[in-house]
């Protein structure tokens, strides 16, 4: 896809997102496999800073798990355009430009969140998009620059670009991981969607690395699951007195500043790549609830 293989050579990666979700899980799991791991000093806005980054860590591989989501939400991007520019579309482009300068594939988590059912994506229809699938969804600004980056990063041959999706973990307690989230709103709408089980995905993305993988990737576990479907497991593993209520997208619409991204990507050539990889709800299974398990065996 690129770049050749890196074979056996001895690694070190340098990991932008330090105090983020993802950065921080990255660097757990190169301390559990042995890996020799940097985190960036320099912020993506500050070219410099990430030079001279690259000169004196010389990693083998970098990877971009920072960026602007908005806390609590993606609502903050709609208020904070400048500042969301300057981090998602031009931190993540002089990072990509700097690592292509020294030969480094850049593996950047980015997010499915630009796509939304349409009438050739029909929802239950079971018909993902695609890595190559122009995105059709910029109803938020968050998701508009997003779609932006992705595309311009297409020039870049050096980078592997991984389309994360209302990301999971087993860590309930942490509020970015998708099922805390859902399980504390008042009311949520019941729609299936793609995500991604980290727990699973993130062991992958490191070895996509080893791989020198590039190109466009749907980051996410095959096949749909709703919030419902989810809340359901989480009342029968975690709290069996756990109750909720639904609204629809016009109520929720009311609630929200920017619209929600729903959709299914095709997961087909990740699973190719890597055939192990399990199904949305057996991953969810197997790396969440099962392991949480507070109830009788269900």
Not at 23 to 41: A, F, H, M, N
Not at 179 to 199: A, E, F, G, W
Request: charged share 25%; with cysteine.
């Amino acid at each position: 896809m690129g770049f050749p293989a890196s074979g056996d050579q001895k690694y070190k990666f340098l990991i932008y997102g330090k105090t983020g979700w993802i950065g921080g899980l990255l660097g757990k799991i190169c301390e559990s496999q042995g890996i020799e791991y940097v985190y960036g000093s320099g912020r993506l806005e500050d070219r410099n800073s990430l030079a001279s980054d690259l000169e004196n860590v010389k990693p083998t591989h970098v990877f971009n798990a920072a960026g602007v989501t908005g806390r609590p939400n993606v609502d903050w991007c709609e208020s904070h355009k400048v500042e969301t520019i300057r981090t998602n579309v031009v931190g993540t482009l002089t990072l990509a430009d700097l690592c292509r300068d020294k030969g480094l594939v850049l593996i950047n988590y980015a997010t499915g969140c630009i796509f939304e059912y349409d009438d050739k994506h029909t929802l239950g229809s079971g018909v993902g998009f695609k890595e190559e699938d122009t995105p059709n969804f910029i109803g938020s600004f968050y998701s508009k620059t997003k779609a932006m980056v992705e595309e311009l990063l297409k020039n870049y041959e050096n980078v592997c670009t991984l389309r994360v999706r209302m990301p999971i973990s087993s860590d309930l307690n942490n509020p970015r991981n998708f099922i805390t989230k859902i399980s504390r709103y008042d009311k949520v709408v019941d729609i299936p969607n793609s995500m991604t089980i980290l727990d699973e995905l993130l062991p992958i993305s490191i070895e996509m690395a080893k791989r020198n993988l590039t190109g466009i990737w749907n980051f996410t576990n095959p096949g749909v699951v709703s919030h419902n479907e989810i809340l359901q497991m989480y009342k029968d593993y975690i709290d069996p007195s756990y109750t909720w209520k639904n609204f629809n997208l016009e109520e929720q619409a009311k609630v929200i500043v920017a619209p929600r991204s729903n959709n299914e990507l095709d997961a087909s050539k990740l699973k190719t790549e890597f055939p192990e990889l399990m199904s949305i709800k057996e991953s969810l299974l197997h790396y969440v609830f099962k392991p949480n398990q507070k109830t009788p065996v269900a």
